[in-house]
């Protein structure tokens, strides 16, 4: 493939911020999100994609291929410690949404929700992403996009719970 043309690489661009939050949302810490962003640009950077590519569509493929080659290398990590590079551990996380505790809330209710509702529905509510495009994009039927948000709506009121203003 040759590398990005001007226009995918505009698109890429204008992707970004929608990138991000998929990426915080596949690894749930700001500091994996900005390593998995940071790996997906570069390999759509080096490896370019097709001409004929969807560019916000293929990035978004990219970047769940990078996060299942990072959980499966953790797991080789993990299983066997003595194999792996002895480097040092990421900081822990940060809590995001310090001080905002409506944010919290939402946060700590969608984390409670399986990878897969969380997937779809932040391709779909947040990002703004058809069911179609969300399908292509999570390599699922358009179906399974619907039955999973519709049941990550479900799942998400049992688990929110508004903060109460304290005065």
């Known amino acids: 493939m040759p590398a990005l043309s001007d226009s995918q690489r505009e698109a890429l661009m204008a992707e970004l911020g929608g990138l991000r939050r998929f990426c915080y949302s596949l690894t749930g810490n700001a500091a994996d999100a900005d390593d998995l962003l940071q790996t997906t640009v570069e390999k759509l950077l080096h490896k370019g994609m097709p001409e004929d590519a969807h560019p916000a569509k293929w990035s978004y493929r990219v970047c769940k291929n990078v996060w299942i080659d990072e959980l499966r290398s953790r797991d080789v990590r993990q299983r066997y410690p003595s194999l792996a590079d002895e480097e040092e ?30 997937l779809a529905l932040s391709l ?3 990002e703004g992403k058809t069911y179609a495009e969300a399908a ?5 039927p358009v179906g399974t996009i619907m039955s999973r948000i519709a049941r990550a709506r479900k799942n998400l009121l049992q688990h929110y719970s508004p903060p109460r203003d304290v005065d």
């Open 89 to 118: 551990q990421s900081p822990s996380t940060e809590k995001i949404a310090d001080g905002e505790r409506e944010i919290a809330a939402v946060s700590a209710a969608l984390e409670k929700l399986p990878e897969e509702q969380r």
């Open 136 to 140: 292509e994009i999570l390599e699922v």
């Open 124 to 126: 779909v509510t947040i």
